[in-house]
């Protein structure tokens, strides 16, 4: 059964670059019949959408974060990673890791456990 | 949020509740729905995908509906456990981006 495990730090000062891991076990990031994903989830508000990831490197990221994000896949270690950089308070969230079959129609059917990153000096 | 749902909504166990999701024709109207439950403290799960298909792992308890620009979950045989968070989502065609609904509090009285 694959398994998503999400990683990095839990706090990051304003203006610099937060970035996250996710760990693929049980499954294989290379598997050409899925994509990967991050979302975001504010405290107390709702899911964010940040960018989907296939295993050749192709991504496709949310227009409304495009110029801060880049999302990377290392297939020799089963993990996909998310950068965002010039981080203010507002990217406080906790940010989950996501598997998208391609035959679900951008529905995410495996998520991570979440993890909370915090954006203060 | 693009996709809007009621901030809450209520029922007793037992019985049956619907909660709706209103888009346009830039997402829902031409694009699949999907609808996830966030248990307080947890991940959010996958209930619904292409409108009204269910993972295998889902109860049949649960079902999803598409008409024009909206989207519908319904839940039958309310269990307490079945309290949570509830958020549809889908592709928008305009933003180029996949979006959310605000997420609808399901209370079980």
């Known amino acids: 059964q694959v398994q998503l495990q999400e990683s990095g730090p839990g706090l990051v000062k304003p203006s610099e670059t937060l970035s996250l891991t996710c760990t693929v076990s049980g499954g294989s990031v290379s598997s050409g019949n899925h994509y990967w994903s991050w979302i975001r989830q504010p405290p107390g508000k709702g899911l964010e959408w940040i960018a989907y990831?296939?295993?050749?490197?192709?991504?496709t990221y949310n227009p409304s974060l495009k110029s801060r994000v880049t999302i990377s896949v290392d297939t020799s270690k089963s993990q996909f990673s998310l950068k965002l950089s010039s981080v203010t308070t507002a990217d406080t969230a906790v940010y989950y890791c996501?598997?998208?079959?391609?035959?679900?129609?951008?529905?995410?059917?495996?998520w991570g456990q979440g993890t909370t990153v915090t954006v203060s000096s | 949020s693009v996709l809007t749902q009621p901030p809450s909504v209520s029922a007793a166990p037992g019985q049956r509740v619907t909660i709706s999701c209103s888009g346009s024709?830039?997402?829902?109207?031409?694009?699949?729905v999907s609808w996830y439950q966030q248990l307080p403290g947890a991940a959010p799960k996958l209930l619904i995908y292409d409108n009204n298909k269910r993972p295998s792992e889902i109860p049949d308890r649960f079902s999803g509906s598409k008409s024009g620009t909206s989207a519908t979950l319904g839940i039958t045989g309310l269990q307490t456990g079945d309290e949570a968070d509830y958020y549809c989502g889908t592709w928008d065609s305009s933003l180029s981006a996949v979006v959310f609904g605000g997420g609808t509090k399901l209370t079980v009285l």
């Open positions: 024709r830039s997402n829902i109207g031409n694009n699949y």
């Open positions: 990831l296939y295993y050749s490197g192709s991504t």
């Open positions: 996501a598997r998208v079959p391609d035959s679900y129609y951008y529905a995410m059917d495996v």
